[in-house]
């Protein structure tokens, strides 16, 4: 049982669209962190959400955690090849302190 | 600051074999975790090490170990190499009392 959904799993969009990547589940967490990824590379963390309802933003990245802080949302303004990548959303369990990472977005921006 | 290092950065080995991949962790990091990575199951928790003491352990046969040394470097070992033990190994270091995570490049393992 996967405890973090992510969708959609692959997206190509062309370069100056926007986009809205989701990550869901049926916990409640304390908080919630935003992964990006590039090919050759270990993920990089984006933000952190911490308060239900709570909005980030990082440049043209808007970040969004759900009001029952059960999920969130990552949205991209006009998006750029730069931002291609795989998005990840995780936690870190409050029982065992493990981080627990979703299924991940693959995001391709075509030039 | 230099950022998390590891080698080697590719390995490729047959099954049966074994295997040892390295991680130093950012200079003052004295937690290092670490991480497989694989198209079907993404990215799943190995263990996660502190001042040379295994904190936290995930989901994985015996086959998968690790250590710390006193410069908070750290190994992992996975003996008896079976073909889905290819992926990507990550491993990652944070200071303490902090949740961020600082990632290496990875040891992409391809096991024949």
């Known amino acids: 049982t996967q405890l973090l959904e992510q969708s959609p799993q692959f997206l190509s969009i062309q370069e100056g669209e926007n986009l809205t990547v989701y990550c869901n589940s049926s916990?409640?967490?304390?908080?919630l962190q935003w992964y990006r990824q590039e090919p050759g590379e270990g993920p990089v963390l984006l933000v952190t959400?911490?308060?239900?309802?709570e909005v980030k933003k990082l440049k043209r990245l808007t970040f969004q955690f759900g009001d029952a802080r059960k999920d969130s949302s990552l949205h991209i303004t006009a998006a750029q090849p730069g931002d291609t990548g795989l998005y990840l959303c995780?936690?870190?369990?409050?029982?065992?302190?493990?981080?627990?990472f979703g299924t991940g977005t693959r995001l391709k921006v075509l030039a | 600051k230099a950022g998390v290092t590891q080698t080697p950065r590719y390995l490729i080995k047959t099954r049966g074999q074994q295997v040892t991949l390295s991680c130093s962790p950012i200079?003052?990091?004295?937690?290092v975790s670490w991480y497989q990575q694989t198209p079907g199951q993404g990215l799943q928790f190995l263990f996660e090490?502190?001042?040379?003491?295994?904190?936290n352990k995930g989901n994985f046969p015996g086959r998968f170990s690790g250590r710390q040394f006193s410069n908070s470097r750290s190994e992992m070992n996975v003996s008896t190499l079976e073909l889905g033990d290819s992926a990507l190994y990550l491993c990652?270091?944070?200071?303490?009392?902090?949740?961020?995570?600082?990632f290496g490049p990875g040891t992409r393992l391809t096991v024949l």
């Open positions: 990652a270091s944070s200071s303490p009392g902090s949740d961020t995570q600082y």
């Open positions: 916990s409640v967490f304390s908080s």
């Open positions: 959400v911490v308060t239900g309802g």
């Open positions: 995780a936690f870190r369990s409050s029982g065992t302190y493990k981080y627990i």
């Open positions: 200079s003052g990091h004295r937690s």
């Open positions: 090490y502190f001042s040379e003491t295994q904190r």
